[in-house]
C-alpha cells in the first residue's frame, strides 16, 4: 500500500489550472489591445473615407451644376463669336449700296447690344466658378482619397474661366468695334443722303447732310483706334473729311451761282472720290478679321479644353 502524501502538498483538487505566468498574461493583453485598435483604426478609416467620399461628392455635384449653368450663357457667346467674321464687313462707296450700309450698321447695332449683355454675365458667371472652384478645397484633410476628382473637376473649371477671361477681353474690344462701325456707317449713309440732294436741287437739305457728315466723320475718327482697325482707316476717314469740306465747297458755289467756283470745286470732289475709293476695303477687313480670329481660337481652345477634361 503506497504511502499517503505528505499532509504539507495536498493533492490539487479535480479540475485545477495552474496559474498563467505574469510574462503570459501581459502578451494576452497587449495581443487583444492590438486587435481592438486595429479594429477601430479599420473602422475609423471605413468611415472617414465613406464621409469623405459623400462630402467630396457633394462639392462636385455643386461645381458640376455651377458649371453647367454656365455653359448654358457661354453657348449664346460661342455662336456671336464664331460668326464675327461674317459681321465685319467693311462699307465702301464703289460696291454698297445705300440699303447694303444700313443693314451693316444694323448689324454692328446688334453687336454692340449682345457685348453689352454680354459683359455683366461673363462676369457674375466667372465669380460663381470661382467660388465653386474654392469649395472644392474645403476639408482637405477630409478628401484624400477624392482628391483626383476634386482636381479634375477643378481643372475643368478653371478652362472655362480661361475661356470667359478670353470672352470679357473680345466683348470689350468688340463693343469698341461696333460703335466705330455705327460712326462709320453712319457717314456713308450721310455721303448717300448728299448726293441724293444734291440730285434732287435740294440745296438746303444737302447742307444739313453736310452737316451731319462732318459730325459722323469726328465721331468715327474719335473711335478709330478700337481694337482690330489697322491704321489706314484714320487715313481713309481723313480722306473722306476732306470730301466732306470740298462738297461744302461746292455747294456754297452753286448757291452763290459762281460757276467758276462751282467747276473747280467739283474738280476737287472727283479727285476726293477717287481717293477715297482707292483704299483697299477688302484688305481692311481681312485685317481686322485676322486680328479677332486668333482672339477667338483661343477662345474656342479653352471651351474645349474645359469639356474634355
Known amino acids: 500500500m503506497p504511502d499517503a502524501p505528505s499532509p504539507e502538498y495536498a493533492a490539487p483538487p479535480a479540475g485545477y489550472a495552474p496559474p498563467v505566468p505574469a510574462g503570459a498574461r501581459r502578451n494576452t493583453w497587449a495581443v487583444a489591445t492590438a486587435v481592438v485598435i486595429s479594429v477601430v483604426v479599420v473602422v475609423g478609416l471605413f468611415g472617414y473615407g465613406i464621409v469623405g467620399y459623400n462630402f467630396a461628392t457633394s462639392r462636385i455635384d455643386s461645381a458640376r451644376s455651377t458649371y453647367n449653368s454656365v455653359i448654358v ?16 464687313t467693311t462699307v465702301n462707296l464703289k460696291s454698297s449700296s ?38 472644392l478645397k474645403d476639408k482637405a484633410w477630409l478628401t484624400l482619397f477624392s482628391r483626383t476628382s476634386l482636381d479634375q473637376t477643378s481643372s475643368r473649371i478653371g478652362h472655362e474661366r480661361n475661356a ?9 474690344d468688340l463693343l469698341l468695334l461696333g460703335q466705330f462701325f455705327q460712326a462709320y456707317d453712319d ?3 450721310d455721303l448717300d443722303t448728299i448726293d441724293t440732294k444734291e440730285q434732287a436741287s435740294d440745296l438746303p437739305g444737302a447742307a444739313a447732310a453736310i452737316a451731319t457728315l462732318k459730325t459722323d466723320i469726328a ?11 489697322p491704321p489706314e482707316m484714320k487715313q481713309l476717314l481723313t480722306d473722306m473729311q476732306t470730301l466732306a469740306v470740298d462738297d461744302g465747297k461746292l455747294l456754297d458755289a452753286a448757291i452763290a451761282g459762281d460757276v467758276a467756283a462751282s467747276q473747280a470745286a467739283v474738280k476737287l470732289v472727283e479727285a476726293d472720290v477717287a481717293k477715297l475709293e482707292s483704299h483697299n ?17 483661343a477662345f474656342n481652345a479653352e471651351v474645349a479644353k474645359a469639356n474634355n477634361t
Open 187 to 189: 457717314a456713308f449713309i
Open 98 to 135: 445705300a440699303a447694303d450700309i444700313k443693314v451693316n450698321r444694323a448689324t454692328f447695332v446688334q453687336l454692340v447690344s449682345q457685348s453689352l449683355a454680354a459683359q455683366p454675365t461673363i462676369t457674375a458667371d466667372d465669380a460663381t466658378l470661382a467660388a465653386a472652384q474654392a469649395s
Open 73 to 88: 450663357h457661354q453657348n449664346t457667346i460661342t455662336e456671336e463669336f464664331n460668326s464675327i467674321n461674317t459681321k465685319l
Open 164 to 172: 470667359l477671361a478670353s470672352a470679357k477681353k473680345i466683348t470689350a
Open 281 to 297: 476695303y477688302d484688305a481692311i477687313g481681312s485685317e481686322i478679321k485676322a486680328f479677332y480670329q486668333p482672339l477667338v481660337d
Open 219 to 229: 465721331k468715327a475718327l474719335a473711335l478709330a483706334g478700337a481694337p482690330g482697325l
